[in-house]
T-cell receptor, first 111, second 115 residues
Framework: NAGVMQNPRHLVRRRGQEARLRCSPM?????VYWYRQLPEEGLKFMVY????????ESGMPKERFSAEFPKEGPSILRIQQVVRGDSAAYFC?????????FGPGTRLTVL | DQQVKQNSPSLSVQEGRISILNCDYT??????FLWYKKYPAEGPTFLIS?????DKNEDGRFTVFLNKSAKHLSLHIVPSQPGDSAVYFC??????????????FGKGTKLSVKP
């Protein structure tokens, strides 16, 4: 299966801890997007990366959130000092054209 | 400020009939539109897309229609099948308008196809 991989699928953190979400794009794709979905809402764009570069982070909260896509390895979305409002489903998508293909998501629960 | 709107949170259709899901947008810079289907606890699955230079695109049972003057698009599924029951998201991109390709999503419409 050469689809977009995300892990972990479920992540539970206590307030103040750090959350690290991983995304491996489809083979041959060099563009990665992160989206967040709150309950009963659509997906909201967070950040767009290409290998080693952040292209657009206009949807990323200014504090506590960061993302990277290193030359080797998966893309990482990092949330420091998590708060209850960070509880959501986080989806990664990859593309090599216009259509974006999504992973299964990571469901983050902050206690 | 919601740029992509799906005004019907839910839709129920009989198996074999046509499902029509609607989507409105406000940003005239959008030049590419996509429909995704999502099952619970899974990621969205790409269904079909349309460029703003076209008014119709068809793929099997799925057809997307675009009315640029009305800033409206619709997804037709015919015939509808019980396996089509899912949440359908409309998404738009200003690919050539400087958005870098990120997608703006509607809130989704939950389709239920009754046997």
């Amino acid at each position: 299966n050469a689809g977009v991989m995300q892990n972990p699928r479920h992540l539970v953190r206590r307030r103040g801890q750090e959350a690290r979400l991983r995304c491996s794009p489809m083979k041959g794709h060099s563009h990665v997007y992160w989206y967040r979905q709150l309950p009963e809402e659509g997906l909201k764009f967070m950040v767009y990366l290409q290998k080693e570069n952040i292209i657009d982070e206009s949807g990323m909260p200014k504090e506590r959130f960061s993302a990277e896509f290193p030359k080797e390895g998966p893309s990482i979305l990092r949330i420091q000092q998590v708060v209850r409002g960070d509880s959501a489903a986080y989806f990664c998508a990859s593309s090599e054209g216009i259509e974006q293909f999504f992973g299964p998501g990571t469901r983050l629960t902050v206690l | 400020d919601q740029q992509v709107k799906q005004n019907s949170p839910s839709l129920s259709v009989q198996e074999g009939r046509i499902s029509i899901l609607n989507c409105d947008y406000t940003n005239s810079m959008f030049d590419y539109f996509l429909w995704y289907k999502k099952y619970p606890a899974e990621g969205p699955t790409f269904l079909i897309s349309i460029s703003s230079i076209k008014d119709k695109n068809e793929d099997g049972r799925f057809t997307v229609f675009l009315n640029k003057s009305a800033k409206h698009l619709s997804l037709h599924i015919v015939p509808s099948q019980p396996g089509d029951s899912a949440v359908y998201f409309c998404a738009a991109s200003a690919l050539y308008g400087g958005s870098q390709g990120n997608l703006i999503f509607g809130k989704g419409t939950k389709l239920s196809v009754k046997p």
